[in-house]
């Protein structure tokens, strides 16, 4: 891809991220970027894949999957989305056709120069860019500017280990295979931090600036996969799902010193009747497009749709009204896929759990124990309110949204015999 292509590719964009920004806070907007119309054939419920894990687990799940793709070469990428270059090639066609998987360009369009394997997201797909709503929007330019301030002072703070948070950030840079640079690195945690610090979660807060001045490197992993979790998933206007998986819930109770809470799976929020409920674990595209056509033939689809509404909504009895037919549906389709010898390349399956995110789960959802909570982290009331003081009501509710995670145990693979 030429240099050029690439700086006017940037420049559409940017030119429909400010339509977007333009229109975000007027009363009647219901416009996003990207425009749903930007996708092919675009099915609810969307997801938003964790990339550094089997995607052929996380597609049938989801009417369509977005796939954010980084910019890295050839060999480093099928490697590190774990697909062979004919999977990549048929998955653009899967899109094409069916819909259920998207693209999105994850980085800036200059940084794709010369990685011409993958044109076709630029030249076919017109795939649209991974947005976040810039801090300005969400916060006070003054408290925005004291926030800059206090992080650059924690990451600059020597840890005992003698190391501070800047060294271990050059480090990922230098040895992670993607072409970022440490100035996107830092804006992305300054991004979380300042997040963290407006809407009150205080406790996150705390344990990062602790760890910062007695592990550093832990101090970065804790800001990193709290704010995936929870910053990350507020970051887009599709109001897509997302996928977790347990291991970075593990790191997260490592760098929190509760590794009990993983033990006792103490993860869940609507999770009660979806915990360690086996689903499929597809190991090839083959396999993955057979296990589509089975939970098509269960309606899985509009549930999972129905389940999503509730949430947003805050409507408790939907949400555990549909929590219990998804519950039910993955129950019935794996039963009948034992009795059967039709799925080659399907001898495993992995555990999933759900999880609500958002404004909603800051408190308790019909009795059960909040998702921070189960983690370690008490939730100030603050985040209910969603600091009004500082922010519109209608951007709040733009940028603290309810949400479903979906927290995938990947690594935990029970064996399965085909009858």
């Given amino acids: 891809m030429e240099k050029e292509y690439l700086e006017d590719y940037l420049a559409k964009e940017e030119k429909e991220i400010k339509r977007f920004l333009d229109d975000l806070l007027r009363v009647d907007s219901h416009s996003s970027y990207p425009d749903k119309s930007r996708f092919h054939k675009l099915k609810e419920p969307i997801g938003m894949a964790d990339t550094y894990n089997s995607i052929w687990a996380q597609i049938p799940l989801f009417g369509s999957l977005i796939i954010p793709i980084r910019p890295e070469p050839e060999d480093i990428f099928y490697k590190s989305y774990g697909i062979e270059k004919r999977d990549f090639e048929g998955l653009i066609d899967f899109c094409k056709d069916t819909g259920k998987v998207q693209f999105t360009i994850n ?9 011409d394997y993958l044109d076709t997201l630029f030249e076919e797909l017109h795939s649209p860019l991974v947005f976040n709503i810039p801090l300005r929007y969400q916060i006070e330019a003054e408290k925005l500017n004291n926030y800059q301030i206090e992080f650059e002072t924690l990451i600059n703070l020597q840890s005992q280990t003698g190391t501070n948070c800047i060294d ?11 072409r970022y640079d440490l100035e996107e690195l830092l804006f ?5 931090y300042a997040f963290f610090k407006e809407y009150g979660y205080n406790e996150i ?18 800001l990193a996969r709290f704010g995936e979790l929870i910053v990350d998933t507020n970051r887009n206007s599709l109001k897509s799902d997302y996928v977790f998986s347990l291991k970075s819930v593990a790191e997260l109770s490592s760098c929190i010193n509760r590794p ?3 033990e006792n799976n103490k993860i869940h929020e ?18 993955c497009k057979d296990v589509i056509s089975r939970y098509d033939q269960q309606d899985l689809y509009k549930v999972s749709t129905s389940l999503h509404k509730g949430i947003n909504e805050s409507d408790i009895d939907l949400i555990f009204k549909k929590n219990i037919e998804f519950s039910e549906i993955l129950e019935n389709v794996w039963n009948d896929a034992k009795l059967e010898r039709r799925i ?18 800051a408190g308790h959802v019909g009795g059960i124990g909040g998702f921070l909570s189960g983690i370690g982290i008490n939730v100030a009331p603050e ?11 209608k951007l709040a509710k733009k940028i603290v949204p309810n949400h479903l995670v979906n927290i995938f145990d990947f690594k935990k693979k029970y064996n399965i015999e085909m009858q």
């Fill in 107 to 115: 980085g800036n369009p200059k940084l794709f120069e010369g990685l």
């Fill in 168 to 178: 271990y950030l050059n480090f990922v840079v230098k040895n992670s295979g993607i």
């Fill in 188 to 192: 992305e945690n300054l991004r979380y």
């Fill in 205 to 222: 807060i705390e344990k990062f600036e602790y760890l910062s001045l007695f592990d550093s490197e832990k101090a970065m992993i804790l």
């Fill in 260 to 262: 009990d809470l993983i």
């Fill in 270 to 287: 609507i999770g009660k009747f979806l915990l360690n409920k086996l689903t499929f674990m597809p190991e090839s595209f083959d396999a």
């Fill in 344 to 361: 080659e390349g399907l001898r495993y399956g992995i555990p999933i759990s759900t999880a609500l995110i958002g404004t909603l789960a």
């Fill in 383 to 393: 985040i209910i309110a969603v600091n009004q003081d500082s922010i519109a009501e």
